[in-house]
């Protein structure tokens, strides 16, 4: 018995052991990553003097290629990129996608420290990717840009506006300007709808209320179908757009809807 009993602390305590330098690892991990300019942010090796990242892991990311270049959906294999089944059906009210990356791998690590740690340093990264994955020329083509805005109650609980956060940003690299829009309705959220709820959830969520020049990106950090882009998109035309490009940085593939 007191063998028996004496074995079970020992296990427990080992136990307890080994769940706190998991926790005191991943804790030293997560401080590097975030601490070290210089370093890569996926794999730590040191001279990134020019990006946070080093050639290998930047190669080895998943970027997502090829993609309909109408709304960025991931397309399998490797030949040349082709308007998906949806946008032949019932395209978007955005003209093209630009989302670099899948929503895949370190992908969905780095967003997750941004969006639920708010760690600047994930956001900051998160943005160079962007950057990097866009055509030279894309870069001088928007006039204005609109990030996609949280409801303000949702942002007072939240604390955090990543896409808000992203597009005053993404706005002074670009040296444009970042034109608020409004969200109307606290829409519930789109994660347990089905894709053709998601567009019924969203239809007129959206006002932009200042006048918007011709040629418009619309920002949001995950793309998963393309509804609240489409919704923005829609009031944006009514607010005088007529080109819009839609901008994220990562692109969830159908399958995981
Ligand atoms: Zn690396
Ligand atoms: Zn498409």
């Not at 709304?71 to 294999?77: I, R």
């Not at 639920?116 to 340093?121: K, T």
């Amino acid at each position: 018995m007191v063998n028996f009993l004496e074995s079970k602390r020992l296990t427990d305590s080992l136990k307890t052991h080994a769940r706190l330098s998991t926790f005191w690892l991943h804790w030293v991990d997560e401080r590097l990553r975030q601490a070290m300019p210089g370093r890569c942010a996926f794999c730590l090796a040191t001279g990134c003097r020019r990006h946070p990242w080093c050639e290998d892991c930047f190669a080895s990311l998943p970027w997502n290629l090829p993609a309909c270049p109408r709304c960025g959906e991931p397309q399998p294999g490797q030949l040349r990129a082709r308007r998906c089944g949806h946008c032949l059906k019932s395209p978007p009210a955005f003209d093209r996608t630009r989302v670099p990356l899948r929503y895949a791998e370190e992908v969905v690590a780095l967003l997750q420290r941004f969006k639920f740690r708010a760690s600047p340093r994930a956001g900051t990264v998160l943005l160079e990717l962007l950057l990097a994955g866009l055509p030279a020329a894309t870069r001088d083509w928007p006039e204005a840009l609109v990030a996609v805005p949280l409801h303000p109650r949702r942002a007072r609980e939240r604390g955090f506006d990543q896409a808000q956060w992203l597009g005053r940003r993404l706005a002074r690299r670009l040296e444009r300007p970042l034109i608020p829009a409004e969200r109307l309705r606290n829409t519930p959220s789109q994660r347990d709808l089905p894709r053709a709820g998601r567009f019924t959830n969203l239809r007129r969520a959206f006002r932009v209320p200042s006048c918007l020049p011709a040629r418009v990106v619309l920002l949001d950090d995950v793309m998963t179908t393309g509804a609240t882009l489409d919704a923005l998109a829609d009031a944006c035309r009514k607010a005088g757009a007529e080109e819009i490009e839609a901008w994220a940085i990562s692109r969830t593939p159908r399958d995981a809807l």
